[in-house]
C-alpha cells in the first residue's frame, strides 16, 4: 500500500517569491508520483507527473518537482509565484501495479501582495 | 474535463433519501474512480472499478455503492444519505498507455445532505 504526507496545510508567502511545497510517500514498490492544482471552486488539474527517466520533472507555468527515491520525496517548487498561483496543490502517489491513486491531505498555496 | 463529465453538479438532498451520482467519459478507459474530498482529508478513495461489472472497495466505502454496466458510464449510489456524507464527490478516469499513464478528473458533484 501507498500512503502520502503533505508537510504543511497552509504555505503562505509574497507575490514574486519563491516556494517549496513538500510532499513524502511511503511504497514498498517503485511509484509513480503526481501533482495536481485545484484553484477555488474548480476540479482537479494535473500539473506534472513523475513516470520514469529524469527525476525532474517541469510543468508549463513555471513549477518542478524532484523525484527523490533515497529521501522518498516529491517537493513541488517555483522560482517566483504569482497572485494567479493561489490554489489548493495535491501530491499524489501510485505504486506500480496498483490500482489506486492516494492523495494527500493538500497544501494551501495563499500568494500575498 | 474533456472526456469525463459528472452529472449532477450540485444537489441538495434529504437526510434517508437515495441518491445517485452519474460519472461518464468518452475514452474507453478501462479504471474508473470515485473519490470524496473533505478539508483537511485531501481526496479519500470511495469505490473503483476496474472494467464492466468490475468494481472494488476504497477506503470509505461504507454507505456508498456503485455500478459499471457499460464501460462510459460509473454510477455512484448512497442508498440512505446522511450528513456526514456532504460532500465533493470527484470521478476520475485512468489512461493507462505508456505516454498517458494518468489520471483524468471530472468538475466534481457538491452534495449537500440536510
Known amino acids: 500500500a501507498q500512503s502520502v504526507t503533505q508537510l504543511d496545510s497552509q504555505v503562505p508567502v509574497f507575490e514574486e517569491a519563491p516556494v517549496e511545497l513538500r510532499c513524502n510517500y511511503s511504497s514498498s514498490v517503485s511509484v509513480y508520483l503526481f501533482w495536481y492544482v485545484q484553484y477555488p471552486n474548480q476540479g482537479l488539474q494535473l500539473l506534472l507527473k513523475?513516470?520514469?527517466?529524469?527525476?525532474l520533472v517541469e510543468s508549463i507555468n513555471g513549477f518542478e518537482a524532484e523525484f527523490n527515491k533515497s529521501q522518498t520525496s516529491f517537493h513541488l517548487r517555483k522560482p517566483s509565484v504569482h497572485i494567479s498561483d493561489t490554489a489548493e496543490y495535491f501530491c499524489?502517489?501510485?505504486?506500480?501495479?496498483?490500482?489506486?491513486?492516494?492523495f494527500g491531505q493538500g497544501t494551501r498555496l495563499t500568494i500575498n501582495p | 474535463d474533456a472526456g469525463i463529465t459528472q452529472s449532477p453538479r450540485h444537489k441538495v438532498t434529504e437526510t434517508g433519501t437515495p441518491v445517485t451520482l452519474r460519472c461518464h467519459q468518452t475514452?474507453?478507459?478501462?479504471?474508473m474512480y470515485w473519490y470524496r474530498q473533505d478539508p483537511g482529508h485531501g481526496l479519500r478513495l470511495i469505490h473503483y472499478s476496474y472494467g464492466v461489472k468490475d468494481t472494488d472497495k476504497g477506503e470509505v466505502s461504507d454507505g456508498y455503492s456503485v455500478s459499471r454496466s457499460k464501460t462510459e458510464d460509473f454510477l455512484l449510489t448512497l442508498e440512505s444519505a446522511t450528513s456526514s456524507q456532504t460532500s465533493v464527490y470527484f470521478c476520475a478516469i485512468r489512461g493507462d498507455g505508456s505516454t498517458n499513464y494518468g489520471y483524468t478528473f471530472g468538475s466534481g458533484t457538491r452534495l449537500t445532505v440536510v
Open positions: 513523475y513516470l520514469s527517466g529524469s527525476t
Open positions: 475514452e474507453n478507459h478501462r479504471y
Open positions: 499524489a502517489v501510485s505504486g506500480w501495479g496498483a490500482q489506486k491513486l492516494v
